[in-house]
């Protein structure tokens, strides 16, 4: 083995988009613009929630631990991916490598248990109404809560330690917008071949088990919607959690598409505009879809309004 080969290397070259300097300016004033409105829309929710007595239901309450996910994720990823696009190109520490890679899977993660949550309490409120209020009580929504957090954090750092134990010994280019775990296991010089089967079990408890969740909710909440003998109780049924079902919709179909569907034929600037789908605009639809189908949301924001004007 060549000597620059069994070199250990400390630092990587995260390569983000290699095109022209108009593009990359373009692309860095477009996607900074994207960064404060999700970090506006987002902050506006939890402050919301957190203000207004009217939304001080499970329900509100689980949109702003997805809100407070959403920030997460996406200021793990952006502030870094912005100087990367201004220098065409940005090195990172393997400690910071890892650092982003841990918060974003865990920040992720735990958007999936978070979900799976949302799902069941919106099983609860239409297939249990008049148990709902002794069920999804302020305590019990507290524990699932602080469970969803402790389960994602948690359950990602296995792999996340087996990830930081790797050799990397070149080469140190990562051709990706930032620190995901595919890019990174394919600069590994060690066998990941554990990893991969490691990554694949953790998908059981963060993906399969959550999915099963919503599925099942919604199965339930369907058959019991359809029992319903007038329409106009049906849409009002169902307009309960038609915006949660489209924010699980595009959750998941951005992450199959980057992780789940086969890369075979798919370019390596198809993976990263999939991966911009995937960490930048779900961040910033999930409060937009919450707002704009949300009368609640909509009152407290003329009251707030109102509270800061006067």
């Keep these: 083995m060549q000597k620059d080969n069994l070199t250990e290397v400390s630092e990587f070259l995260v390569l983000g988009f290699q095109t022209s300097k108009n593009i990359r300016f373009s692309l860095f004033c477009f996607l900074l613009v994207i960064y404060c409105g999700t970090i506006c829309g987002n902050l506006l929710i939890i402050t919301l929630v ?166 099942l909710s919604y199965t339930y909440i369907v058959l019991t919607i359809l029992r319903i003998s007038s329409n106009t109780g049906r849409q009002k049924a169902f307009s309960t959690c038609s915006s949660h079902l489209i924010v699980v919709s595009i959750f998941y179909w951005t992450m199959f598409g980057v992780y789940i569907v086969p890369t075979k034929g798919r370019t390596l600037t198809m993976s990263k505009i999939l991966s911009l789908l995937y960490t930048v605009f779900t961040p910033l639809v999930n409060p937009i879809i919450y707002s704009l189908r949300n009368k609640d949301i909509w009152e407290a924001i003329q009251k707030y309004h109102k509270r800061v004007i006067w």
């Design 50 to 215: 957190s203000t207004s007595k009217n939304l001080h239901t499970p329900m509100y309450f689980f949109i702003s631990q997805l809100s407070i996910s959403d920030i997460l994720i996406i200021t793990d990823i952006v502030p870094k991916m912005l100087k990367i696009l201004l220098n065409n190109g940005g090195a990172m520490s393997l400690i910071s490598c890892i650092t982003q890679l841990y918060l974003f899977c865990a920040s992720e993660a735990s958007e999936c248990f978070l979900l799976a949550v949302m799902s069941y309490d919106r099983y609860v409120a239409i297939c249990n109404p008049l148990r709902y209020s002794s069920i999804m009580t302020s305590g019990h929504c507290m524990v699932l809560s602080i469970l969803c957090w402790l389960l994602g954090f948690s359950i990602v750092l296995i792999y996340i330690i087996k990830t930081a134990k790797l050799n990397f010994c070149g080469p140190n280019i990562i051709d990706h917008l930032f620190c995901d775990i595919i890019p990174l296991l394919e600069v590994s010089c060690s066998d990941t071949f554990t990893i991969h089967i490691v990554i694949y079990i953790m998908g059981i408890p963060i993906v399969i088990i959550p999915t099963t969740i919503i599925v």
